[in-house]
Nanobody
């Protein structure tokens, strides 16, 4: 079992930055791949970024490539999402998720956090 808790969301102006954190419980965090997803009102949950258990392999959605960076600190049981050059279309609830496989499909992830709201004003 892995329990996840996101933090770091908030209100930011377009062009600004935020760093999201996802703290995981459990001793096996370092064996899980981690993903970030987001869901805007009226839209389906979409993939944002993923990172392998070692941190050596990352995936990004085209819409965030070059602006967002996913990273992890296995000693702190935490995964991060650094978001730069934010746009109003980045506004959504952001979720972290854990699974044994580094992947982009939301349905493939076994564990989910409760989400944190990110709002980007124009």
């Amino acid at each position: 079992q892995v329990q996840l808790a996101e933090s770091g969301g908030g209100l930011v102006q377009a062009g600004g930055s935020l760093r999201l954190s996802c703290a995981a419980s459990g001793r096996t965090f370092s064996s899980y791949a981690m993903g970030w997803f987001r869901q805007a009102p009226g839209k389906e949950r979409e993939f944002v970024a993923a990172i392998s258990w070692s941190g050596g392999y990352t995936l990004y959605a085209d819409s965030v490539k070059g602006r967002f960076t996913i990273s992890r600190d296995n000693a702190k049981n935490t995964v991060y999402l650094q978001m730069n050059s934010l746009k109003p279309e980045d506004t959504a609830v952001y979720y972290c998720a854990a699974d044994r496989v580094t992947q982009t499909r939301a349905t493939g992830y076994d564990y989910w956090g409760q989400g944190t709201q990110v709002t980007v004003s124009s």
